[in-house]
């Protein structure tokens, strides 16, 4: 057999092995999918909503019947819905803006901030969090406890109204203000798993073969504390989205003229006290109600799934 018959046969043996390792990953995803259908159902609901709600607010732009920050020619200040005349007729606000458009466009906003803001808390307080528990005992494991115990003796809430009067309401500062909460809560749930898994056998290998602390650090030690990782940023997001809403309610957050789920709550409620009429208060806080739902459920399941311990516990 010639040399150029050897390597095409060759290079087709690697293509076939390659096109088998692919299948093979294919055929585990879909086994773990279906096993996650069969044993959590609650789950699977939960994921299904958070789905559904990533699906409109990342088409919000062509979700909404209009733009939810124009004021029609021919609009009516609080109209009440309108079923009869199609599904999407909610209704409009204190302005005649339509109602179904801005909650739609405060899907996209409060998950935006809430997901960002989820996003780079978490992700700060699980780096801490591996950092402390490597070098627990020392003197920055001492002094990064103590900071992080006065972080969380402080109320979420005062904390983001503090430093939303002090630095003054924008989406910025929200998304600062509720990612600072979980940067705390992040450090000391892995901290305390990272203490366990810092004594593990392969640990001390990779020290005796010399392996440096970065080494060790984001190959040996982050891989497994990942899942909690995964727990913590699916668990933190109703929060988030409940401290975003809240932020709002308070007339701490966006502007006035950003449709946020919080800012359309507190418009409805104004109203709903004032001048009975309660549908500008009810849509947007039943989207909040069900997207924290949502994620809650998924977030319990996912733990469940990837913590060992929690396994078929329920």
Known sequence: MSQSNISAAQMSQDQISAELRRHSKVVRLRRSLARFVRTQPMGTLGAVVCIFLLLVAGFADWIQVMDPKIIPDNSIPYQGPQ???SWYNWGSDYLGRDVFSRVVAGAQLSLVVSFTANFWGTTLGIV?????????????????????????TIPALIMALTIMAVLGPSL????????????GSGARTVRSSVLSVRENVYVDAAKAIGASNKRILFLHIFPQVFSI??????LHVGGAILAESSLSFLGMGAGPDEATWGGLVTQGTQQALYGGIPWLAIFPGTAIALTVYGFNLFGDALRDTLD???????
């Not at 801490?128 to 969380?152: H, K, M, N, P």
């Not at 600062?176 to 940067?183: E, N, P, S």
């Not at 990782?229 to 699916?234: D, E, G, Q, V, W």
């Open 128 to 152: 801490w969090g591996i950092f402390q528990g490597y070098w627990g005992g020392t003197w920055f494991d001492t002094i990064s406890q103590r900071f992080v115990e006065a972080l969380l």
């Open 83 to 85: 079923f009869g005349d």
């Open 229 to 234: 990782y995964l727990i913590l940023l699916s």
């Open 308 to 314: 060992p311990r929690l396994r078929g516990s329920r």
């Open 172 to 183: 910025q500062n929200i998304i600062f203000a509720i990612g600072l909460r979980y940067v």
